[in-house]
């Protein structure tokens, strides 16, 4: 391809990835090595990158720069607001994601993405390779990057999808498996799913190459199988999750109560509608009165 | 005869698009008008859908360079809503954190000034150098920026003495970017040539207009919420608040290559005197009623307001920021102006939105436009 002149365009994001585009000049990065300039008209540029989710007021001049821009016309949109609106997607006056409105090549995810995720995103697609000797191309310890889950741990209980702060976790359940996924593409990388998972089994890693031509592909997602009641025979709770709350009440909370593992265990798997039948409250009555025996002693 | 010049909204060059309508009869301003709305997002909306805990991240993103600041004062209106003692250790990361946000904005402003004085060299250096402070600021936070370091209670990571030892390190890396920036202002720095005398905003109409932070500050008013309704730590260190009298875009200027200084004085004074201790209260539960919260961002005073039900999502957030009570001090400063200046002018409030090097130009008669180079 020719000379490489990038325009920029934002509308309706927080204007970290914008400052981050800018960082991306300084001579640490080398963009200026692989032949790319930022230039300030869109009829000077033939590659746009996008930031921001577009609102009303941005989308008429989204689609003016659109046409103004020289072939090849490659459109970059870079951050999460650009891939989904993140943060902002409920909000009433946005009207993107950009690829809605104009045919989107490639994407760069993050919250801002690193100015190094950003060259080497460009670097990729120009298919140019970059030297990373520097130690500040690799990300620090304690950075927030692409999920990870530890499969071994992860019961599938939902906490992360609950606490979430951009809605970027989804929770799945089919007929014998519960999915859950990750949309790093509209993640706003607070790490609070890792904070709060009370089994630390999702973790940010220090991943931050992001870049792909499919915003689809940008997931990261745990598979758990689902119990099925003892009564109905319907799933409804991931088996793991009733494991580690029978641990938990057991050898944590009640050590008294490990005695009636088994009567606890039998109570846990009636799912939420059998629970309410008239046999199965006397039961659970029963168990009760018995567990409370135990603890106060009469 | 009068002209009207649009500047913007699009064609952004610096950061966000927004769009001037200036009068001009022969080469100055005579009247300005301003049109936001190009980032409007419904933030505040969106703060009525999500609860208190998820709030934090959104109010992160209301802008992304003083994305700490926010995350703070927001989280400090919750706490008195919900009655809890922030820790005493927390405190003073808190300002921690806060002043190298400071730093980072400020240089950052200074590049943006480099660049849209057409100074290159500057601007490559500035910007260059301000990475040993996203660097730090990665390092302690996991990113480079919406770090959310704040929470409600207190701060999510703290400061090891090997953490705390780098920052002393890059603080006096940091240094000699001051020194460079001042000798930019300096009689006869590249910086003072273009900026001495534009855009003055005298005292009085300063007040009148309600100017606030760096800007309030260049006009000679020492105005500045961490020492007038001291908050997190700053009542305990020991700070000057930086005044400058001239009101031009240098004084602007000045104020903020001077507070650099002392941000980094902050600093240092908090990592001397960590207290031991938690660095995360318990939270608890909002009460009915509502609060107001004001802290200074790197821009000027921010202020919260938020009227809670009793239940876990606020009825009502209502956010001013420092750019909003600010665009009222662009139009008056740009009244009178050169308009070759218009662009310094706009820039030396430190927007949260970009300018253009490029204008349309309407005769105001004819209707006719031309589009002309603002250098």
């Known amino acids: 391809m020719a000379k490489i002149s990038v325009y920029r365009f934002l509308s ?50 989204l689609l003016k720069t659109y046409e103004t821009i020289n072939p090849p016309k490659i459109v970059i949109a870079v951050g999460n607001c650009a891939l989904t609106k993140e943060i902002f997607d409920k909000g009433y006056p946005m009207v993107g994601p950009p690829d809605q409105i104009i045919p989107v090549n490639y994407y760069v995810p993050g919250c801002p993405p690193r100015p190094q995720a950003i060259v080497k995103a460009v670097a990729d697609i120009l298919g140019v390779k970059i030297e990373e000797k520097e130690d500040y191309w690799l990300a620090p310890e304690g950075f927030r990057g692409k999920h990870e889950f530890d ?69 990261v997602s745990n598979e758990v199988d689902l119990l099925s009641c003892s009564v109905c025979g ?34 846990m798997k009636i799912c939420m509608v059998c629970r309410r039948s008239i046999k199965n409250i006397r039961e659970a009555k029963r168990l009760l009165t018995r567990l409370s025996e135990k603890v106060r002693g009469f | 005869m009068p002209e009207t010049v649009y500047i913007g909204p699009y064609r952004p060059q610096l950061v966000e698009p927004e769009r001037f309508e200036l009068l001009v009869e022969g080469n100055i301003i005579i009247d300005a008008r301003l049109e936001l709305g190009y980032m409007h997002r419904g933030i505040e909306k969106l703060f009525t859908t999500r609860t208190y805990a998820q ?37 003073y990361l808190r300002c921690i954190y806060m002043e190298l946000e400071r730093l980072h904005s400020h240089y950052l402003w200074f590049g943006i000034l480099a660049h849209s004085l057409h100074e290159h060299e500057a601007f490559l250096k500035i910007m260059g150098e301000r990475e040993r402070v996203q660097d730090l600021l990665e ?49 006869n720095g590249a910086f003072t040539k273009k900026t001495k005398g534009v855009g003055v905003l005298p005292r009085e109409r300063a007040l009148d207009v309600g100017a606030v932070g760096p800007t309030l500050r260049g006009s000679g008013i020492a105005s500045d919420i961490r ?103 662009i139009l008056e400063m740009l009244k009178g102006e050169r308009l070759e200046n218009a662009r310094a002018v706009i820039e030396s409030i430190d927007p949260c939105f970009a300018c ?20």
């Not at chain 1, 692989?34 to 609102?55: Q, W």
């Not at chain 1, 359940?173 to 790093?184: A, F, L, M, Q, T």
């Not at chain 1, 793991?240 to 009640?254: G, Y």
């Open chain 1, 12 to 61: 309706a994001g927080c204007n970290g990835c914008d400052v981050e585009i800018l960082e991306c000049l300084v001579p640490r990065y080398k963009l200026a090595d692989l032949g790319i300039e930022v230039v300030e008209r869109p009829e000077e540029a033939n590659v746009l990158i996008l930031t921001g989710g577009v609102n009303v007021k941005g989308k008429e001049e």
């Open chain 1, 151 to 219: 499969r071994e741990k992860c019961m599938g209980c939902g906490t992360c999808a609950q606490v979430c702060t951009a809605d970027a976790i989804d929770v799945i359940d089919g007929p014998d498996k519960r999915i859950v996924r990750v949309n790093y593409g509209h993640c706003s990388f607070c790490a609070v799913c890792q904070d709060e998972c009370p089994t630390q089994a999702i973790r940010l890693t220090r991943e931050y190459h992001l870049v792909t031509n499919n915003r689809q592909t940008t997931m």
């Open chain 1, 234 to 267: 319907g799933t409804f709770i991931p088996e793991k999750q009733i494991d580690w709350a029978l641990k938990r009440i057991t050898t944590e909370k009640v050590p008294a109560y490990s005695e009636f593992s088994n009567e606890i265990l039998s109570a």
């Open chain 2, 55 to 91: 709030n934090i991240a959104l109010a992160e993103r209301i802008c992304g360079i003083c994305s700490g600041i926010h995350t703070l004062c927001y989280a400090q209106t919750v706490e008195r809503l919900m009655g809890i003692d922030v820790p005493e250790r927390a405190k």
């Open chain 2, 139 to 187: 390092y302690l936070t996991g990113n480079r920026m919406n770090y959310l370091i704040n929470t409600i209670g207190g701060v999510r990571r703290d400061i090891t003495p090997e953490k705390a030892e780098k920052i002393r390190r890059t603080l006096k890396e940091l240094k000699p970017l001051s020194d460079y920036i001042m000798s930019l202002l300096d009689d």
């Open chain 2, 227 to 329: 020492k007038e309704d001291p908050y997190a730590a700053y009542d305990k260190l020991d700070f000057q608040v930086i005044v400058e009298r001239d009101g031009d875009v240098r004084a602007k200027a000045l104020v903020r290559a001077r507070e650099t200084y002392e941000s980094m004085k902050i600093i240092e004074q908090a990592l001397d005197n960590l207290p031991p201790g938690d660095i995360v209260a318990k939270p608890g539960e909002p009460k009915v009623g509502e609060e107001v919260g004001r802290t200074e961002a790197p821009r000027g005073e921010l202020v919260y307001y938020i009227r809670s039900n009793g239940t876990n999502i606020p009825e009502r957030v209502k956010v001013r920021t420092p750019s909003y009570a600010n665009n009222f001090a």
């Open chain 2, 356 to 375: 253009t090097d490029r204008v349309t130009i309407v005769d105001a008669k004819t209707g006719r436009r031309r589009i002309i180079a603002l250098r």
